[in-house]
């Protein structure tokens, strides 16, 4: 079946714009999950829901950062007056659970800011 | 909160079985162990996941001695395509949330 599928692929920014980036889990997939990966580095958390409830936010880096998913299924990171600290791969991940469960990741959106 | 580390890079000919340690001294007794494979420009992708002692699938082995303070990802006579950063992460089940580590990127040789 379809995985998880990322929009868009690639964005760029001017510093100061807002950005909406997409997440279309795998269906049925109970829980998603954001992250962010700088060059080289590791995904850090952002945010975790569980159907339409957003169960921890604790990996937000900012106010500017906000994250919902309000039918349970598809979900949006929306990044505003975006920074040049804000360039870095955004990555989806759904499961079937919490995170005790394997994650399925979509190849992620590669934000620019400029 | 357990950090995890683990060696930045490795290096392994074709046909041998590579060895990647991850540190994780911080573990809380119901946290699990979890790898992740991630390729450029892809997503990371689910190798195995253990709590203790030996787990075992169709691509790789996880050893977790008693103290759980560290873990071994071993994987059986590597090929190229196994070319890739390797992640450990601890599945921190009383927050409900996972903590990636710095990865190790390993080269196979030809």
């Known amino acids: 079946g379809a995985g998880v599928s990322q929009s868009p692929r690639y964005k760029v920014a001017k510093r100061g714009q807002d950005v909406a980036l997409r997440c279309d889990p795998i269906?049925?997939?109970?829980?998603l999950f954001w992250y962010q990966q700088a060059l080289g580095q590791g995904p850090e958390f952002l945010t975790y829901?569980?159907?339409?409830?957003?169960?921890?936010k604790s990996g937000l880096p900012s106010d500017r950062f906000f994250a919902e998913r309000p039918e349970g299924s598809v979900s949006t990171l929306k990044i505003q007056r975006t920074q040049q600290e804000d360039s870095a791969v955004y990555l989806c991940?759904?499961?079937?659970?919490?995170?005790?469960?394997?994650?399925?990741f979509g190849p992620g959106t590669r934000l620019t800011v400029t | 909160l357990a950090k995890t580390t683990q060696p930045i890079s490795m290096d392994s000919y074709e046909g041998q079985e590579v060895n990647i340690t991850c540190s994780h001294n911080?573990?809380?007794?119901?946290?699990?162990i979890t790898w992740y494979q991630q390729f450029p420009s892809q997503g990371p992708r689910f190798i195995i996941q253990?709590?203790?002692t030996k787990v075992t699938n169709e691509v790789a082995s996880l050893f977790i001695p008693a103290d759980r303070k560290s873990s071994t990802l071993s994987l059986p006579r590597v090929s190229l395509s196994d070319t890739a950063v390797y992640y450990c992460?601890?599945?921190?089940?009383?927050?409900?949330?996972?903590?990636f580590g710095p990865g190790t990127s390993l080269s196979v040789i030809p």
């Open positions: 991940a759904s499961s079937i659970g919490g995170p005790i469960y394997e994650q399925y």
């Open positions: 269906s049925g997939h109970v829980s």
């Open positions: 829901f569980q159907n339409e409830a957003q169960l921890d």
């Open positions: 911080n573990i809380a007794t119901n946290d699990y």
């Open positions: 253990g709590y203790k």
């Open positions: 992460l601890v599945v921190l089940t009383s927050y409900d949330k996972v903590i």
